[in-house]
């Protein structure tokens, strides 16, 4: 089966510039996550979602990040305005089971931020 | 409050050795733990889940163990492999939640 794919690799911005990343997870996946990876740091998760509705995002900055998992499948992460701590890895991940369930995540190769 | 702490330093070992990671939490009740291996520039990749009734698990050259007393994991490559080489995540499952630690970077030596 093909994987989670993310785009774009690699991006770099000015702060105060927006930036938007998408993810398509695994086809039949049900919860999609996206986690932020700040070097040298474990992954810290931003939002959750069980089909195209939110069961947690207690530690998304809501003031300059938003995402949305339009019709279940695919999602966008979107930072407006970038600041320079925001500069890290966005990995997203799905799995099989409702709401982390038992199962795996599944990542994609990430998404590197650099804010100048 | 909330924490999961893996070996701080990095892990250096010999060639054929066995490789003990550690995974301690506190102010959690996970229903599961899982362990991640993580490659420069990749994404992580599951490597073994265990859950709370469950004392050990293996799986070929991977062992992992699992106190809910003492809260830790300990995670064990046994006959390590420089291909072993990378950073190893452990992850709780609690209120709905993966949660992850800092990692710990392993490093096999010929």
């Known amino acids: 089966e093909a994987g989670v794919a993310q785009s774009p690799r690699y991006k770099i911005i000015e702060k105060r510039q927006s930036v938007a990343f998408w993810c398509n997870p695994i086809?039949?996946?049900?919860?999609l996550y996206w986690y932020q990876q700040i070097l040298g740091q474990g992954p810290k998760l931003l939002i959750q979602f069980q089909n195209n509705g939110v069961v947690d995002d207690s530690q998304l900055p809501k003031d300059r990040f938003s995402a949305e998992r339009l019709k279940g499948v695919d999602s966008t992460l979107k930072i407006q305005p970038a600041k320079l701590e925001d500069s890290a890895v966005y990995l997203c991940a799905s799995s099989r089971d409702r709401s982390g369930g038992t199962g795996e995540l599944f990542f994609g190769e990430g998404s590197r931020l650099t804010v100048l | 409050s909330q924490k999961i702490e893996q070996n701080s330093e990095a892990l250096n070992i010999q060639e054929g050795k066995t490789a003990t990671l550690t995974c301690n939490y506190t102010?959690?009740?996970?229903?599961?733990l899982q362990w991640y291996r993580q490659d420069p520039g990749r994404g992580p990749v599951f490597l073994l889940l265990i859950r709370e009734n469950e004392k050990e698990k293996r799986k070929e050259r991977l062992k992992v163990t699992f106190d809910t007393t003492l809260k830790q994991s300990l995670f064990h490559i046994t006959a390590s492999q420089p291909a072993d080489s990378a950073t190893y995540l452990c992850?709780?499952?609690?209120?709905?939640?993966?949660?992850f630690g800092s990692g710990t970077r392993l490093s096999i030596r010929p």
């Open positions: 102010n959690y009740s996970p229903a599961y």
């Open positions: 992850a709780l499952f609690s209120a709905s939640k993966i949660i």
């Open positions: 086809s039949g996946h049900a919860t």
